[in-house]
């Protein structure tokens, strides 16, 4: 393998870039994680995550993937055979509802083409039909990060209540959280699942909930088997800043630092940020010729663009190629848009000259690969961000 010198480009939509402040936060020796100190750092951390999920309610943080939070939510407020409600919006929505069968659970699943969120006219028809409120739960991925398409959470929630439906609304926030508006409380959201490894720049390795009331005093009645995953076992240990088992120690200070970074520089700014990395990624790709996965501009993603190969190339040959010449990792196509779309993530401790050289990066690989697309795809986005704040 060839020698690549200079800083390896990152352009996956998660895990994100690590802000070197927060690789010096995860560099402390560890402590005692039934120590006095602990308890303190515990405490700020779940009021972090409120700020950051705009919720007072509870937070749960397990020493796990994003799946695992996924599984938390689940188990935590549903019982065997439960009926739920869930939408073919992308791979991550597929996987979810791929565990909640394995759970037992009788999925719905509202299929879908992977280039459109939920419709919320769908989610009311089907809430309204639904008669005997046998419908439990409906469970929505917010930022789909396989499609670069985001699901209007806030239309949904309202689609919900036209209806007067009494199901759970549950909605994965993994890479929409310190990204996208989000707001849990005010959106009415029982169950927010989040992660680590997106808009928290941290590595992977948390998993959390963030949980409204009525799920709450759901989870006291849902019969479906839990031990690890159990919320009310977490939030006993955490009332005195403890785990219920050993948590991912230095994660935790990587989590510290980077609610820190998120409190400097304010989520309304964040979100700003990635809107217009994101305008000027889609620049970009139109001005290239190509198509921008995403078909609704309503629905356009912050955090990651998919964009669909030229005619007669192969996404997955072109990111090799972007690899080895320019050593750029960019996102595959997942499931169902495998070899058919390359994703650059644009999500993070991420900026404009980073942004520069990503798409610069695309485009010198678009043009070794012979592939038909047509030049000024970078200067079309340094003028937007050179045009507008
Ligand atoms: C939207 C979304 N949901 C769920 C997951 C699964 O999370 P994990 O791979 O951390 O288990 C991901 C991972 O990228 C994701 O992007």
């Known amino acids: 393998m060839s020698i690549q010198r200079g800083r390896h480009f990152l352009q996956i939509p998660g895990?994100?870039?690590?802000?070197?402040?927060?690789?010096?936060?995860?560099?402390?020796?560890?402590?005692?994680?039934?120590?006095?100190?602990?308890?303190?750092?515990?405490?700020?951390?779940?009021?972090?995550?409120?700020?950051?999920?705009?919720?007072?309610?509870?937070?749960?943080?397990?020493?796990?993937?994003?799946?695992?939070?996924?599984?938390?939510?689940?188990?935590?407020?549903?019982?065997?055979?439960?009926?739920?409600?869930?939408?073919?919006?992308?791979?991550?929505?597929?996987?979810?509802?791929?565990?909640?069968?394995?759970?037992?659970?009788?999925?719905?699943?509202?299929?879908?083409?992977?280039?459109?969120?939920?419709?919320?006219?769908?989610?009311?028809?089907?809430?309204?039909?639904?008669?005997?409120?046998?419908?439990?739960?409906?469970?929505?991925?917010?930022?789909?990060?396989?499609?670069?398409?985001?699901?209007?959470?806030?239309?949904?929630?309202?689609?919900?209540?036209?209806?007067?439906?009494?199901?759970?609304?549950?909605?994965?926030?993994?890479?929409?959280?310190?990204?996208?508006?989000?707001?849990?409380?005010?959106?009415?959201?029982?169950?927010?699942?989040?992660?680590?490894?997106?808009?928290?720049?941290?590595?992977?390795?948390l998993g959390f909930n963030a949980i409204g009331e009525k799920a709450l005093a759901t989870s006291k009645s849902a019969r479906l088997p839990r031990s690890y995953w159990d919320w009310e076992a977490m939030m006993n240990a955490n009332q005195t800043g403890f785990f219920p088992y050993t948590p991912s120690t230095n994660l935790l200070y990587g989590l510290k630092e980077a609610i820190e970074m998120i409190r400097e520089e304010g989520l309304e700014k964040i979100f700003a940020r990635h809107n217009r990395l994101a305008e000027a990624t889609r620049r970009a790709v139109r001005a290239w010729g190509l198509e921008v996965n995403c078909l609704?501009?309503?629905?356009?993603?912050?955090?990651?663009?998919?964009?669909?190969?030229?005619?007669?190339?192969?996404?997955?040959?072109?990111?090799?190629?972007?690899?080895?010449?320019?050593?750029?990792?960019?996102?595959?196509?997942?499931?169902?848009l495998q070899g058919k779309v390359f994703r650059i993530g644009h999500m993070g401790d991420f900026n404009e000259l980073m942004l520069a050289g990503t798409l610069s990066g695309v485009e010198m690989g678009l043009a070794l690969a012979g592939a038909p697309f047509k030049k000024g795809g970078v200067q079309a986005a340094i003028d937007y961000l050179a045009g507008n704040e």
């Open 15 to 205: 895990p994100t870039n690590v802000p070197d402040r927060v690789l010096r936060a995860l560099n402390r020796p560890t402590v005692d994680h039934r120590g006095p100190e602990f308890a303190r750092l515990t405490r700020d951390l779940l009021e972090g995550l409120q700020q950051v999920c705009k919720t007072s309610g509870k937070i749960v943080i397990y020493p796990s993937s994003g799946t695992g939070a996924w599984e938390a939510a689940v188990v935590n407020t549903l019982s065997p055979g439960d009926k739920v409600l869930m939408f073919e919006t992308g791979h991550f929505a597929t996987m979810w509802r791929n565990l909640a069968v394995r759970l037992g659970l009788q999925v719905d699943f509202v299929p879908g083409d992977w280039r459109r969120g939920v419709d919320p006219a769908v989610v009311e028809t089907q809430l309204a039909e639904d008669r005997g409120r046998a419908i439990k739960a409906i469970m929505v991925v917010h930022n789909e990060t396989s499609t670069g398409v985001v699901s209007r959470v806030s239309e949904v929630r309202k689609a919900i209540d036209r209806v007067g439906h009494p199901a759970l609304f549950m909605v994965d926030s993994i890479s929409s959280l310190a990204l996208t508006d989000y707001r849990h409380d005010e959106w009415g959201i029982d169950v927010t699942v989040g992660s680590s490894q997106k808009g928290l720049m941290l590595p992977p390795g």
């Open 296 to 336: 609704n501009p309503q629905e356009y993603s912050n955090s990651v663009t998919a964009v669909r190969a030229p005619e007669g190339q192969n996404a997955d040959a072109l990111r090799k190629l972007i690899l080895e010449r320019f050593n750029m990792s960019l996102g595959n196509g997942l499931g169902k």
